[in-house]
């Protein structure tokens, strides 16, 4: 009988062990499940329901605002285009509207962008925690639009220093090439002796000038300008020893004096100085507007095929919403 009892109480005693490692490994099962199951991952939806359903509205409109900010970046390209349409067949009054219209674009442009940045920065929910009450569709969301508002940075900026500085370059060559022109003709009525005439004729060509070095300044922020530089201060040389000659004869009255002759020979140096034409430098002016055009005119493109990417991968499985608690899955 003792030798049954202490049976009977082993017997019991390893149940009662049994028991109890089962109820542990049921609660640590339990436990297992619960942490694997945390906030802001798509096996418990319903504790970022909430903060999901907040954010989604202030998406669906950031989504909104890219759509129109991608047509607005679309248009501006259309501008860049035209303007190298016209710059091409020298039409500088659609060429100076391409320019403005495209300021004023660029700007807004800028203006929405830094907008949809601060709305997207400041989203419900948003913030260190944002990844436990986000769901991974949300935060993805987020940073797809986020990432689609900052592609536009420098666009106001690229097009006032490219598309300005191509109308520069254009109206720079076109007043070198009248500038030639009209010293040509003052150098004509000199010959006639009409020297009064000359040098009011000349006075013009010096201005032209005075507005040349004034563009070349402006040029001189995006393109080197030595060579622009030296043209024109060998014209300006010209000019300036040609109206010298001018006046030196008409003070002469018709006599040989030591100052006409002193006139005559700074005349005939600054003269050698001259390149033989203005063809050179009115082609490398060209090539200058059309470069500063074109480069704008890619830097818009593709900030434009950014936004589209964007706006195709928000309307795909990023932007569509997670099943909540009380909707089905669907079927697999």
């Given at each position: 009988?003792?030798?049954?009892?202490?049976?009977?109480?082993?017997?019991?005693?390893?149940?009662?062990?049994?028991?109890?490692?089962?109820?542990?490994?049921?609660?640590?099962?339990?436990?297992?499940?619960?942490?694997?199951?945390?906030?802001?991952?798509?096996?418990?939806?319903?504790?970022?329901?909430?903060?999901?359903?907040?954010?989604?509205?202030?998406?669906?409109?950031?989504?909104?605002?890219?759509?129109?900010?991608?047509?607005?970046?679309?248009?501006?390209?259309?501008?860049?285009?035209g303007a190298l349409t016209a710059?091409?067949?020298?039409?500088?009054t659609t060429l100076d509207s391409?320019?403005?219209?495209?300021?004023?674009?660029?700007?807004?442009?800028?203006?929405?962008?830094?907008?949809?940045?601060?709305?997207?920065?400041?989203?419900?929910?948003?913030?260190?925690?944002?990844?436990?009450?986000?769901?991974?569709?949300?935060?993805?969301?987020?940073?797809?639009?986020?990432?689609?508002?900052?592609?536009?940075?420098?666009?106001?900026?690229?097009?006032?220093?490219?598309?300005?500085?191509?109308?520069?370059?254009?109206?720079?060559?076109?007043?070198?090439?009248?500038?030639?022109?009209?010293?040509?003709?003052?150098?004509?009525?000199?010959?006639?002796?009409?020297?009064?005439?000359?040098?009011?004729?000349?006075?013009?060509?010096?201005?032209?000038?005075?507005?040349?070095?004034?563009?070349?300044?402006?040029?001189?922020?995006?393109?080197?300008?030595?060579?622009?530089?030296?043209?024109?201060?060998?014209?300006?040389?010209?000019?300036?020893?040609?109206?010298?000659?001018?006046?030196?004869?008409?003070?002469?009255?018709?006599?040989?004096?030591?100052?006409?002759?002193?006139?005559?020979?700074?005349?005939?140096?600054?003269?050698?100085?001259?390149?033989?034409?203005?063809?050179?430098?009115?082609?490398?002016?060209?090539?200058?507007?059309?470069?500063?055009?074109?480069?704008?005119?890619?830097?818009?493109?593709?900030?434009?095929?950014?936004?589209?990417?964007?706006?195709?991968?928000?309307?795909?499985?990023?932007?569509?919403?997670?099943?909540?608690?009380?909707?089905?899955?669907?079927?697999?």
């Amino acid at each position: 009988m003792p030798a049954m009892s202490r049976f009977l109480r082993r017997v019991v005693l390893a149940l009662v062990w049994l028991l109890i490692v089962a109820v542990i490994s049921v609660g640590g099962a339990g436990l297992v499940a619960g942490l694997a199951n945390q906030p802001g991952t798509a096996a418990r939806a319903e504790l970022t329901s909430e903060t999901d359903t907040a954010a989604a509205a202030a998406l669906d409109t950031a989504e909104a605002d890219l759509t129109q900010l991608t047509a607005d970046v679309a248009r501006l390209g259309e501008l860049g285009r035209g303007a190298l349409t016209a710059l091409v067949s020298s039409d500088f009054t659609t060429l100076d509207s391409a320019v403005a219209d495209g300021q004023t674009l660029a700007r807004k442009v800028e203006s929405s962008s830094a907008l949809l940045r601060d709305r997207l920065s400041a989203l419900p929910g948003s913030g260190p925690h944002e990844a436990l009450l986000w769901s991974p569709t949300t935060i993805e969301r987020r940073d797809v639009a986020l990432a689609a508002a900052t592609a536009t940075g420098g666009l106001e900026v690229a097009w006032a220093r490219l598309a300005a500085g191509s109308t520069v370059a254009i109206r720079l060559g076109t007043l070198l090439t009248n500038h030639d022109k009209v010293a040509g003709q003052a150098a004509a009525t000199g010959r006639a002796k009409k020297y009064a005439a000359a040098l009011s004729t000349l006075a013009t060509a010096q201005a032209m000038l005075d507005q040349a070095n004034s563009l070349r300044d402006v040029l001189a922020n995006a393109v080197d300008v030595s060579t622009l530089t030296q043209w024109i201060d060998r014209n300006a040389g010209y000019d300036a020893a040609l109206a010298r000659l001018y006046r030196a004869t008409i003070a002469a009255k018709g006599k040989v004096s030591t100052t006409m002759i002193d006139a005559a020979r700074a005349e005939r140096n600054a003269r050698d100085l001259l390149p033989s034409n203005t063809s050179g430098i009115v082609i490398i002016l060209a090539e200058i507007g059309r470069g500063g055009l074109n480069e704008a005119v890619i830097g818009i493109e593709q900030a434009r095929a950014k936004l589209q990417a964007a706006l195709d991968q928000l309307a795909g499985p990023v932007g569509s919403a997670s099943p909540g608690p009380d909707q089905p899955l669907p079927s697999g």
